[in-house]
């Protein structure tokens, strides 16, 4: 399995110890920063893609 690449989310804003981090692919992994050892979420590329634009667009 390849390694991913996880790097923090623009939306935790650069706090130390509320963050959340992302790895992108096929699908989209996202893991608290405090608590990596509990895993992860995944989801289809597209559908956190929707998410986002939902956010952006203030439409959640």
């Known amino acids: 399995m390849q390694q991913k690449e996880w790097h923090k989310s623009s ?3 650069g706090g130390a ?3 959340v981090e992302v790895a ?3 699908q989209t992994l996202v893991r ?5 050892h509990l895993g992860h ?3 289809p590329a597209a559908e956190w ?6 956010i952006r667009e ?3």
């Open 11 to 13: 939306y935790s804003q």
């Open 17 to 19: 110890d509320n963050c």
């Open 24 to 26: 992108e692919g096929a």
């Open 32 to 36: 608290d920063t405090q608590n990596r």
């Open 41 to 43: 979420l995944a989801f």
């Open 49 to 54: 893609d929707a998410f986002l634009t939902a």
């Open 58 to 60: 203030d439409n959640l």
